[in-house]
């Protein structure tokens, strides 16, 4: 069993920067796909950014090349910085580990940009 924690969300004006944290409660990257995953009222939950064991990483277009994942594998920590917000990228933030044993969420986060 994995239970992954965020936290970071909060409140922030439109270009402002927030960083999000997903603690694991055990040592796993190198073994599970980490990821972000957002869910805004009304819509679906959509993918949000990746790492891979092999330290790849994959975004969507719509946050390529204002959100960073990253991993700190001795806080067994995932990260992910998220700059030049937008209000459309308000929602509840997720993070999630998935692999060939199983695949675990966290609680979420919420994000919220103004206008």
């Known amino acids: 069993q994995v239970q992954l924690v965020e936290s970071g969300g909060g409140l922030v004006q439109a270009g402002g920067s927030l960083r999000l944290s997903c603690a694991a409660s055990?040592?796993?990257?190198?073994?599970?796909?980490m990821g972000w995953y957002r869910q805004a009222p009304g819509k679906q939950r959509e993918f949000v950014a990746n790492?891979?064991?092999?330290?790849?990483?994959n975004y969507p277009d719509s946050v390529k090349g204002r959100f960073t994942i990253s991993r700190d594998n001795a806080e067994n920590t995932v990260y992910l910085q998220m700059n030049s917000l937008k209000p459309e990228d308000t929602g509840v933030y997720y993070c999630?580990?998935?692999?060939?044993?199983?695949?675990?969420w966290g609680q979420g986060t919420q994000v919220t940009v103004s206008s």
């Open positions: 055990r040592s796993i990257f190198s073994i599970y796909i």
């Open positions: 999630n580990a998935r692999s060939f044993i199983g695949e675990y």
């Open positions: 790492l891979t064991p092999a330290d790849r990483t």
